[in-house]
């Protein structure tokens, strides 16, 4: 009785395959082109086992061989080293059935079939090798080759082999190809775009920014005439008295006193009068008007005032610094002499205009003291000339005295009638009184009520009438009170003129010069690197907002 064995796994087949025509089969079609696999030699092969009946293993030793196969197939090896593995397993003379079964057989017979060596040795080709296109043959047909570990050289000698019609590679394209290809085309296409932007940009920098800056480089190094410039510097000071303390007597440049002088005089020495002062005087348009001036800067033939006025704004620079009170004036012409010159007149323009505009400032001033001075005076002189009419109208020069002097007379002579009035009294209280005594006591008392009458007359006759002392006392009273106001105003007209005097005389204004103009040995205009690089930061400025714009509008009108 046959017990049959059991297995875990197991593979049933109908027939064994041939292993000669089988393996070189299999080997061709897993070889590529450029490495043709040699044919498989011939050898004895050991007879294969009858087939074996369904549901029965054929031997334990097929058994073995499967599970030695399923555990190479879970190494995870890759297809190339699977097709390397059957190329050394046929070099070495062994029939495989499978990529797996190569590698078995390779270890059985104890070769690492993915050693380098091993992988060297398959370049070189055995007998049978085919010639290059065009009928050349094999430069390794000739080298020697070991088979099957035989161990047997053998000399390869050239063959002549059919020629293998030309394999054209196909035009279908992969999904990872055909995605490969549309990237680099995209790449391309926006390399492409940006290196035509770039130019693009390239050409509009050349023509709006580095052309005009070479045009304006040319001529600021080239075509400008060189200007002479002369610089000076001035200040004005105020008179501040003579009565402050120190050496310079009150002569100290106050420039918050003369800050609105000095912007007056900048403003003139800037205006169209100063201009045509100067052209009158040494000749301002003609000098501009010089053939040999650069067409830019020279006026022409005829210059308007207009003209010649916007030349002369570019030309003379006049600064101001109101904490040192200093004024700065920079002249430039074709010629440093003229500069100079020019320098010099428009200096002397200025200190006239300090000294008008100093006089101006006295005149005003002492103007309304002088005639308050002036009316005062002639207002005492009216009153002392009525007050004398007055005296002279009553033939006296004292109205006041003449009637004091009556009432005095008037008073004694009251006072002696009193007493010969007690005197008479006396004596005619006698018994017996002296007749003689008492008629010269009542003749004398006679005599002082009638000069008393008289007396009393005159000083009525004074006191009234149309030409009385009283009225003309009283008019003279009020003519010396007059006179009197008048002499009080004129002395404080009197004192108001002098303080006005020396107000005036503090307001007296001096032009000083600090830097005396003197005529360039050098040009010092134009500067041309500087003006270069201002004209490439210009344009390019002028560029760079036009071309915001442009995007920026371009971008509100396509979204």
Not at 170 to 194: C, K, M, W
Not at 245 to 266: K, R
């Amino acid at each position: 009785m046959t017990t049959k064995p059991k297995a875990r796994k197991f593979r049933i087949k109908r027939n064994a395959p041939a292993l000669g025509s089988a393996a070189a089969a299999s080997a061709r079609d897993d070889e590529s082109q450029d490495a043709p696999a040699p044919p498989a030699r011939p050898q004895a092969q050991a007879k294969p086992n009858p087939p074996a009946q369904d549901g029965e293993v054929a031997s334990a030793k097929q058994v073995q061989s499967e599970n030695s196969i399923d555990a190479i197939r879970q190494e995870g090896l890759t297809g190339r080293q699977l097709r390397m593995a059957r190329r050394v397993a046929q070099k070495h003379g062994l029939a495989p059935t499978s990529d797996f079964d190569a590698v078995r057989l390779l270890r059985a017979k104890g070769i690492d079939p993915f050693q380098r060596s091993n992988m060297l040795e398959l370049v070189v080709p055995q007998a049978g090798a085919e010639q290059h296109e065009g009928g050349a043959p094999d430069a390794f047909a000739n080298l020697p080759a070991t088979t099957g570990g035989a161990g047997a050289a053998r000399n390869q000698l050239p063959q002549t082999v059919p020629v293998k019609p030309q394999q054209l590679p196909s035009t279908e394209l992969s999904p990872a190809e055909r995605r490969s290809q549309e990237i680099q085309n995209i790449q391309r296409d926006i390399a492409r775009r940006r290196r035509k932007k770039m130019g693009l940009l390239l050409v509009r920098l050349a023509f709006f920014v580095i052309l005009p800056t070479f045009i304006a480089g040319y001529y600021f190094y080239n075509i400008a005439t060189p200007m002479y410039a002369t610089k000076s510097e001035f200040l004005i000071i105020q008179n501040e008295g003579s009565g402050g303390a120190g050496p310079l007597g009150g002569l100290l440049p106050t420039q918050f006193a003369t800050n609105a002088d000095s912007i007056a005089v900048q403003g003139f020495l800037q205006s169209k009068d100063a201009m045509l002062r100067l052209d009158r005087d040494v000749g301002f348009k003609s000098h501009f008007t010089q053939d040999w001036i650069d067409p830019i800067q020279r006026l022409s033939d005829a210059p308007t005032n207009e003209e010649a006025y916007k030349t002369y704004k570019k030309n003379v620079k006049i600064g101001y610094d109101p904490t040192e009170g200093m004024i700065r004036m920079e002249v430039a012409a074709a010629d440093p002499q003229v500069s100079a010159e020019f320098s010099s007149q428009l200096i002397d323009y200025a200190e006239q205009r300090v000294n008008n505009l100093s006089a101006q400032k006295r005149d005003d001033q002492m103007r309304d003291a002088r005639e308050g001075f002036e009316r005062a005076e002639v207002e005492r002189r009216a009153a002392q000339e009525n007050l004398v009419r007055l005296q002279i109208q009553g033939s006296t020069l004292d109205p006041e005295g003449v009637i004091a002097s009556l009432r005095t007379q008037i008073g004694q002579l009251e006072t002696q009638i009193i007493e010969k009035e007690i005197e008479l009294a006396s004596l005619l209280n006698n018994a017996r009184p002296n007749q003689s005594r008492v008629d010269g006591a009542r003749g004398t008392l006679e005599i002082y009520k009638n000069q008393l009458a008289l007396l009393n007359n005159k000083m009525t006759d004074v006191s009234q009438g149309e030409n009385s002392l009283a009225e003309l006392a009283a008019n003279i009273q009020i003519a010396q009170a007059d006179l009197a106001a008048r002499d009080m105003m004129l002395q404080s007209a009197l004192q108001q003129m002098e303080q006005s005097r020396v107000e005036a005389s503090r307001q007296v204004r001096y032009l000083t010069v600090a830097v005396e103009p003197i005529a360039p040995e050098e040009p010092t205009y134009p500067r041309a690197f500087e003006n270069t690089i201002l004209a490439f930061l210009v344009f390019a400025g002028i560029y760079l907002m036009i071309s915001l714009t442009a995007s920026i509008l371009r971008e509100q009108v396509t979204s």
